[in-house]
């Protein structure tokens, strides 16, 4: 199966921008839908956003709604997370999840994860 690894975090101001990537090797990433979940200190990893494995079809929580972007280069084996008009409530430690039949929204249903990459938004 694939092995996945974050990168992009970091500090930015609310209002601005980061684009998360998440890297995966040793399978054969077009074949794995993906997500994107996040935990904040002392909370649930809570569901962000998910992508079918072609690309097709894309859902997100209701909070990130508009203002994320998930999209994916089957030939980079790469997922991507572009953040935009960031708020202090989307600080957190942010994973990518991989999982050959399923597109869900709980952790539970996602057998791959990364080690995760901060976000910080200060106010």
């Known amino acids: 199966q694939v092995q996945l690894l974050e990168s992009g975090g970091g500090l930015v101001q609310a209002g601005g921008s980061l684009r998360l990537s998440c890297a995966a090797s040793?399978?054969?990433?077009?074949?794995?839908?993906m997500g994107w979940f996040r935990q904040a200190p002392g909370k649930e990893r809570d569901f962000v956003a998910a992508?079918?494995?072609?690309?097709?079809?894309?859902y997100y929580a209701d909070s990130v709604k508009g203002r994320f972007t998930i999209s994916r280069d089957n030939a980079k084996y790469t997922v991507y997370l572009q953040m935009n008009s960031l708020k202090p409530e989307d600080t957190a430690v942010y994973y990518c999840?991989?999982?050959?039949?399923?597109?869900?929204?709980?952790?539970?249903?996602?057998?791959?994860w990364g080690q995760g990459t901060q976000v910080t938004v200060s106010s």
């Open positions: 999840a991989a999982d050959r039949y399923t597109m869900g929204s709980t952790r539970y249903e996602y057998a791959v």
């Open positions: 040793g399978g054969t990433f077009g074949s794995y839908n």
């Open positions: 992508i079918h494995w072609s690309g097709l079809s894309t």
